[in-house]
């Protein structure tokens, strides 16, 4: 509509001069140069559209259930980003990884955090992504923070290592989910499988009431540490981190080398000592459809003001590291603020 605006102005200015040319042998500079300054007036207006259209009207951003660790940041983030971009950004409650990335390759949403194994599994068309094949349309903004895999569970249980799970009844965690994918594997190198428990599929919100009211015995959740739904547990009953042992860390990392060692320190959830485990990483993953104007904004935004995020995660927020086991494509804004940062 723009371009055809500017053609028939043009194609008048033009008209015009052939006429006053007949009319006459002196030459019209003046109309001449009237229609090269209305041919450039409307390129430099054309640009300004062009530019305008860099930054999306809204943007969603997917986190987990109510009752984790993404669903806090998310919000804190959506707040921040908003007010550095003006545009309308919103975070909202979802199943987690698996789900978000579905999401984003379907258009649902234009950010998510996502666990960085599950990206990895994404875009290479692995465990819950086989069916569907690899997913191609995402790219990474950057790692936050370590995501620890705790199996929680109470001191009435009776469980205190991984040996007493046979039979039990365990939740791990919401379908497709991130922590779904973390405890098959982590049953894997204790010698078990799903089918030598009673698995049940539960969010963390779910699994803390579940247990609270005696009707699982243990439940999967990888999320930063503290918790809000271990810490509702932990309010009513006396909480109890199953630890991975050492060894069973080393097995587990060399077959699956996107996790790390870890602990859940003392002192969270009332624990009087340090717990060993591991973890993945939390990542914010964007749709590959977001301009590089807007993605370099939200980092930049995001990385520089964590000292406005309350939650006790965000001081693991670093920009030095954000790029650390991504696993798959780094967003080219995003890649831009990083190698400025890191004078790349």
């Known amino acids: 509509m723009l371009k055809k605006k500017f053609g028939m102005i043009t194609s008048l200015a033009v008209a015009g001069s052939v006429l006053l040319a007949g009319c006459g042998d002196e030459e019209t500079p003046l109309e001449e140069g009237a229609e090269e300054e209305v041919v450039e007036e409307g390129a430099e207006e054309e640009v300004v559209e062009e530019e305008a259209a860099e930054f999306p009207e809204f943007v969603s951003i997917l986190t987990g259930g109510t009752t984790g660790t993404y669903y806090p940041l998310g919000g804190a983030m959506a707040a921040i980003i908003e007010e550095a971009t003006g545009v309308n950004v919103t975070a909202e409650s ?21 666990q960085t194994d599950i990206a990895y599994y994404a875009s290479e068309g692995l465990m819950m992504f086989e069916e569907t094949g690899a997913v191609e349309d995402i790219a990474a903004m950057g790692v936050l923070y370590p995501e620890t895999i705790q199996l929680v569970t109470t001191a009435d249980s009776g469980i205190t290592s991984f040996d007493d799970l046979e039979g039990k009844s365990i939740s791990i965690g919401a379908p497709g989910s991130g922590t779904a994918a973390n405890a098959e594997q982590l049953l894997e190198v204790h010698g078990l499988t799903l089918d030598d428990i009673e698995a049940q599929n539960l969010d963390f919100g779910e699994s803390q009431e579940s247990l609270q009211a005696g009707q699982i015995d243990a439940a999967f959740i990888t999320s930063g540490t503290p918790t809000g739904a271990v810490e509702s547990l932990n309010a009513v009953a006396d909480v109890v981190i199953v630890p991975v042992e050492a060894d069973m860390a080393e097995a587990l990392i060399e077959q699956y080398p996107y996790y790390a060692n870890d602990v859940v320190p003392a002192g969270t959830y009332g624990l009087t000592e340090e717990v060993p485990t591991v973890s993945v990483m939390a990542m914010m993953v964007v749709s590959e459809e977001l301009s590089a104007d807007f993605v370099y904004e939200a ?32 967003h080219p804004g995003a890649q831009l603020y990083f190698d400025e940062v890191l004078g790349e």
């Open 94 to 114: 979802s199943q987690a990884s698996a789900a978000n990335v579905a999401a984003l390759a379907d258009g649902d949403a234009e950010m998510a955090f996502v």
């Open 299 to 330: 980092t930049k935004a995001i990385y520089e003001n964590t000292d406005e995020i309350t939650h006790a995660k965000a001081a693991l927020i670093n920009a030095e590291t954000a790029l650390d086991g991504v696993g798959i494509d780094v």
